[in-house]
Structures are given as C-alpha cells and as structure tokens.
C-alpha cells in the first residue's frame, strides 16, 4: 500500500502496529500500516468462517454489546463474529429500556458497570462523541464504536476498505464514484477519508445540488490528497470506475416533506440499464445497506452487485479480526 | 410405520430421506419414511438432553433466530435445542423494531443480511407465507418455519406425532380426539393433516357447531383416507380413545364479545371429571399450550397428562434432531 | 466464622452444607456454614473470572434467565456468571410482552414450560413472593432469586458480605454505618439480616427521620444479636466505622414530591469531605448501584470507593459459585 503524509491529528491513540487494548473510536486511528495489519488478520477469519472452522480465538472472553440505539445488522455482525471465536457475548440492546438508566444511572457508571462483567464493550449510541466518553470511562477493557450518533462508524469504513483491497489488491490508483446523500451520508464521508489515506484516488460524486458535500469536507479531503469531483447528472458518469457506492437519502433528515419529494426526484438511482451504460465489466457496485431507493432490486443478480455478496459478509470478517486484535489473540 | 397412497402435491421440494440443506416450511414436505429418519434421531437427541451430555453437534455453526412476532415456548425451545447440541444462536426477537425495517428495507434483504451472518434461519412471522418466501430470498442457508401466520407450524405437528409414536410405537391404527376451536385451530388441522399420512387412523372433533372444521377440511382429509367424526357434546365422546388433544378458543377470532362468550358456554373443557367417565386408563391428554379455558390444572397430577411431561420436552428433541439433520452434522 | 444462636425459621429449606438442586429464594436458608462454603468457592470462582480460564464448570447446561422485571446490572451479572463458566444461557426479559402470558397463560404454566429446557431458572419479578411460587411449580430444576419485589434478593447480599469478608477475613466484630432510605430499602434489611448471622456487629443507620428502619425490623435484628445504633445527622457519625454502605432514595416511593424534595433535603450524600473528616484509613465504601445522589463521583478515585471496583465484580464472583454449587459442579 502507498502512504501519503497528510495525516489527521487524532483524539484518542493511534494504534501504531499495537491493536491490543486499544479503544477503537474512530477511523483516524488507523495508519496504512494498521490498516494492513488487519485485512491480513481478515484474510485468515474468513477462511474460519467460510470453512465453519469451531475457533477457539475468544474461549473464555465476554464481549458485551451495548446498543442504545437499535441496529440489527451492525448488531448482528458483531455478535457472530464474538461467536463464530468461540467467543461469548452479554447482548443488551436498548438498555435505557431495561436499565439502572431509567432510574438515574450515569452513561460512565453504566459503562464501569458493564466493563466489570466484560472483556470488551461494543457501543451504539445516538449521541455523537458517546464511543469516546465510554472509551474513557472504561478502564480496564477495550472499547469499540459501532456507530455513534452522526461522528462515526469505523467498522463499516474497514470493511468497505476491505471489500476494495479484496478485490483490487490495492487501496490507491483508484477510481470511484459515490451516489447518494453525500452531505449527510456518514458512510460516504468516512469512506472518502479513509480512501484519502492513499495516494492517486479519484472519488466523483454524484448527489443533488442540495445534498453536495459541504465546502469544508471538500477542502479537508483535498488537503489530505484525495482527487474530488463533484457531479448532480446521470450523464456526467464517468465509464472508467472502479467502483460505485451507493448509498439512500434519509428521510429523517429533511424539514419538509417537499425538500424529501423534490431530493427524490433528482437522486440517480441504480439500475440495469445504469450499469449497462456506465459501468466497466469488472468494477463492483457496493451499498452499505440497507438500500430504500438506492440501487434498484434488479441488479442483483448481476455478478458485480457486492452488497449482498462479498460486502456484507466483510463485515463479518473484518470485526472478527478487530476483535481478535484488540482482545490480543492473535 | 404404514404409508397410504394419498400425498399432497406440496410447492417446497420433498424431503426424500436427504435432510441436508433443505427448507423446512410445511409439514408437507414429510413423508413416511421421513419421519421415520427424524423420530428415530429425536430418540438420540432425548438421550442427549436427558443426560446433559456436552454435544459437539452443531459446534462452530450459528443458527439465527428471526422472530417478527413474540413466541417465547417456540423461541426458547429452539434456542435450547440449538445451545444443547453445542451451537450457537443470533437472536433478534421483534427486529421490526430494532433493525433496518423500520428504515424501508424488504424483507427479502433483511433474509438475505441474516444469512450472510449465520448457518440456518429460524423464522417466526405472523404473515402465512412468510415462510416460504424467506425460502426462496435465503440463496446458501436453509430455512425453517416456526410458525408463519394461520399457515403452518411444522415442528410443532412433529412433536405432536413424535409424543403419540413415542407412547403408542405407531402412528396407524390410532384412535384419538381433538377438542376445541376446531375451525381455526393450526395445531389441529395440522396434526390431522399429519395422521392422515397414515393408515387406519379415527379421530373425532369434539367442537361447537360454530367452531367446527371447515367442509373443505372435512372433505380433504377424508380424502386422504381419515375417518373423522364431528361431535359437539361431552355425551358424544367415545370411551376408546389412545389419546386427546385439547386446544384453547381463540378470543382475538371472535368478531363479537357475544360470540365469544357463546362459545365459552359450549366449549368443553378436560377436567378430572371428564377423564374418569370417557377417557381409558393408558390413553394421553396432550394439549398444545398455553392452555386457557382447556385443560383444568386440576388434571396435571393425572399421569395421563403430558403435556407439561413429554409433549413440551418432545418439543426440544425433535427441534434438535431437525436441526442436526438439517445442518447436515447427522 | 462466629455463629449466634438465635436463627430464623425458614419457610423454604436450609441449605445445611448441600446445594445442590435447592431453590435459592431468601438469604434465611444460609447458616453461617453454608456461607463459609460458598465464600471459598468464591474466591476460587474470581480466580477462573480474573485470568480468563476458559471453564468447563457449567458445560452442556443451559440456565434460563426469566427477567419479568428489567435490572440490566443483575441480568448481566447473572448471565456473565453462566457464561463465564462455560454454560450457555435461555434469555427472556420481559417475557409478559413477548410469551404465552400475553395469551392468559399462567405463571405457574410459564415456569413449567420453561423447565423443561432447562437445568436451572434464575427468575428476577416486581411481585413479592415471585420466587417461592416460582421454586414450587418447578419440579426439577433449582430456581434462583434475583430479586422478587420488595422481598429479597439474596445475592446481592451474599456479594455484600462477601465483599466484608474478603476484606476483613471475618464477618463478626464489625462496626458500619449504613445510610440512605432504611425504611424502604431491601438491600440494608437484607444485609442487617445477614450481618446478625454474626457476633458482636454494631451498625449505624443514617437516615432522615420519616426514613428510619421501622420499630418492627428494629425489634427483630435486636432479637437477633445486632447491635444498632440510628442516627439522623452528618455529626452523630461515628469515627470508627469498618464500612459505610450508602443507598438513595428511591422517588418513586414517596407520596408527594413535596415528601420527596424533604427527604433529598435531609439525606446525606458521601462527599470526599465526609469521609475525610469521619472514616478511617482501613475503611471501604459500598453502594449497591445505581447511585443516585448517594455517593459523588468525586469520591470514586479514593481507594476506599469498592463499588465500581471490588464489589461489582464480587456479584459475578459469588453468583458463579452459587450456580456451580446449585448445580453440583463444584
């Protein structure tokens, strides 16, 4: 892989070659190095995994899976990769629900609580920053974001990243485009910083006028080297991608109903006939999932549609090999 | 055991001695000899069970649990037959509201997202066809019906057969009474469904008028070769029966509160009383559960009652030994 | 250990040195021996939970946690315990919402069905009176107290004086204070109970006025041996205390908000200056959490604060070795 300088000034440690311990709050831990590190560790969890191979990596180790917030994939994949180790989880989703919360608890005596139990936490908040106030709160075990509020979500950017080094071989040199909601979209923003950890990349982006990328994203990614184009057409699609990244506009997100209608109208959707005018034979298309008016059903039976195929299950193998770094078996 | 001609034409593939693999969504799907394979495994698994011997079974596989709509007996004796046998589950009861559904996703992605993380699906849905449809989306793991809606309920039959082949060494020349809402009851028509693959079988349907079986039904069966007798009156139930099966009227059925309470006034229900003037001493008294205005607690010292003996512990065994031969690890 | 003479009579039976298969549903089946016992398997238990031991203890038993009431601490204290040990766990919280009982059926029913997939039942109920109906419906597995109501909740006891004895090597001879809401809170009467078990321990109760222990449970520990002492105000604290063990106060008992804004007016919170003008160097602080305007944060890092430290993790301990013990592994 080929390093650029430019690197973002992290809040919480690097991880520098060590995962043992180590929080994972934020994709901005992870240098080319790391990053290395773990897609080589993911190439042998998939081999488990695939094989149904009985693992004992995590025997005897309680990972606890904190979920404020619901999220049966993220939450789901976590559990089976905990599992698949041989690994054994404290599932509690919801826990404002069924908790010393609803009695007055603080979010840190929780977290001191659940660590005493545990050999590792994995976090789900709807407040931005909560994976780090847990990181802190947490003394003794490693914590893991699964997505906090609009801040971030390191996991699904790892095994984006994985699905495209799996399939390219490399993470620079590339050529993309992602579709979507990319002033909102977390997925498509931390994707673009991870992607501008290498050099030569050149990411188009293709949103509606109203949904761009903010000026200061575009300026901090540019600064960190990564080429950007931002295109609002069908027909402004470039033919050489190596792969599109498409993702769905959030409802929840507009102020009125009309906004939502009128974004609607002019998002580019992917379909058969998109493919077939645009994309290359060997490029893939991927989706975070889930996908409501994002990539059209009718896709998925061509060979290059990932998102139900290699890139959810990369979700799987990437947080089986987080886990087992930070937890330092292997 | 002794096959009559008569099968039905079913729309999931047949079992045919090859458990491996398949989706399991009708009782259908079962033939003779197919349930031969699977009582002769359950016999294994209560072995299993009975002792607590730790079973490598279904170690390294994880097997998924899809419950849209609350079912704590099945869920729970699936969970415990998957835990028994060394495996381990993903659960997410009621993921409508903790998962990407409530984003827009289909429920055809939501399959699909599972079974990517997971070596079989369990699926609990109120939709009949749920089922069957979830079949046809899960492309690499099988999948089997705990029930979808008013359709069908297959391990639930199996267990039901399993408790009268287990008490009689038989499924033919049986002689057996059903009570209850025989017109909406699943667990009846499905067990009669289940009887009539076997010669020789008598069963009276001991119901209100207004709760009687269907004429379709009725013609049905018989059609397979069932002698059915429809009573309405505790005078009527015969003194020769090897076993009844009692069901609770559904109140959430009635259109009316006067309806309902009508067919409270005619309903019968099993009491001692009722055991000592009809039933023969090494008859069974099963009932589905849970039990509401069926069984009177006051019969649950009576050995004759297995329901909460053998008939919920066959529940756990034939669940494992379906699991077993599914997974293909038998 | 000391033992007194007087001792309560037990409406469930003593557990006299064998635990194996006993109902655990109040602390007053424990003699002193009995505590004896299960503190030594407690300390081995910490042993297994403090180094990661990958355990067999529990393996092939499957331990069902019937949580009618949400209490994520205990939960997840409970279900690490099984796990920690190698046995798998059936988990229901809330099961009014997602079960049977939802359909009329009854507890007793519930309780049935779920031993039949289980080897033990660890029931937690907002009724009083929960776990004794609960140990007589089921016929074959060991149910489990985690708290019923207003009741008891003995592990949380038997983690309390574990915590005192691990600490001082001995339960008799002990000087404490106890403070918060005495009337109301089960975890002070429940941990006096234990105390009086013991020679020559003297407690003081610091509460508001109108929160004092009532003169009945006065009457009865005295009766018992306990010497105590009760106190109202932040200068009657004595300066010689083993232990202070702090409680809050629970608003939803109170009456009037009038009532309760009285009583947090009143009530002393532990505060750094409190326990550098009134404890000793050799004391330990205890609070059974969640803490709500009972101990400041700001004492958390005097090494005398046990309860996001020792104590919690004690609950882990000692609920292992409970269910190695009611489970005759150990």
Known sequence: MYQVTSRPQPEVPMIHGCFQGKDIV???????????????????????AVNNEPSRILE???VALLFFEPSSRTFSSFAAAVKRLGGQTLEMQNPEAV??????????????????????????????????QAARAAEDVPVINAGDGNNEHPTQTLLDLYT????????????????????????????LRGLSLFGNNTMYILSPNQL?????????????????????????????????????????????????????????????????????????LMDPLPRVESVDPAVDADERAVYLRSQIRNGLYTRMALLALVLGRI
């Open 164 to 191: 495209l080094y799996e399939r390219f071989g490399r993470l620079d040199n590339i050529t993309g485009m992602m579709a979507g909601d990319a002033l909102n979209s977390r997925t498509i923003h931390s994707l």
């Open 60 to 62: 005897g180790l309680l």
């Open 212 to 284: 761009s990328l903010s000026r200061d994203e575009v300026v901090s990614l540019q600064d960190r080297g990564l080429r950007l184009i931002e295109i609002h057409n069908e027909r402004e699609i470039p033919h050489d991608c190596d792969f599109w990244y498409w993702t769905r506009i959030q409802k929840e997100r507009f102020s009125s109903a009309e906004e939502y209608q009128q974004a609607q109208h002019e998002i580019v959707i992917a379909t058969p006939e998109l493919l077939k005018t645009y994309a290359k034979k060997d490029m893939i």
């Open 99 to 132: 908790s010393s919360v609803t009695k007055g608890e603080t979010f840190e005596d929780t977290i001191r609580v659940i660590e005493a139990y545990s050999n590792a936490i994995i976090l789900r908040h709807r407040i931005s920053g909560a994976a780090k």
């Open 26 to 48: 934020s994709l901005d831990q992870f240098s080319v190095d790391d990053l290395s590190i773990l897609f080589n560790v993911t190439g042998k969890m998939k081999q488990i």
